[in-house]
């Protein structure tokens, strides 16, 4: 488990939420196609009170998750 990943799913258990969105940002340059990255960070926003992002990050999320499920078909 890398050291950002690690630090994304500390910061959220504490309920350091900036620290958690920080973290999962940066997973996610690294791979934009890491669900669960998307999924914490949809939630940090939801926690830190910005719905439009939230919708966005699950919006970027359901876009992802109906590619990959049309690539395994």
């Known amino acids: ?13 504490s309920q350091e939420w900036q620290k958690a969105i920080s973290a999962n940002q940066s997973l996610l340059k690294e791979n934009k196609e890491d669900v669960s990255s998307m999924n914490r960070l949809a939630y940090a926003y939801v926690r830190i009170g910005k719905p439009d992002e939230a919708k966005k990050a699950l919006a970027e999320l359901r876009t ?6 049309s690539e395994h078909q």
């Open 64 to 69: 992802l998750g109906q590619r990959i499920k």
């Open 1 to 13: 488990m890398s050291t950002i990943l690690k630090t994304a799913i500390s910061a959220a258990l």
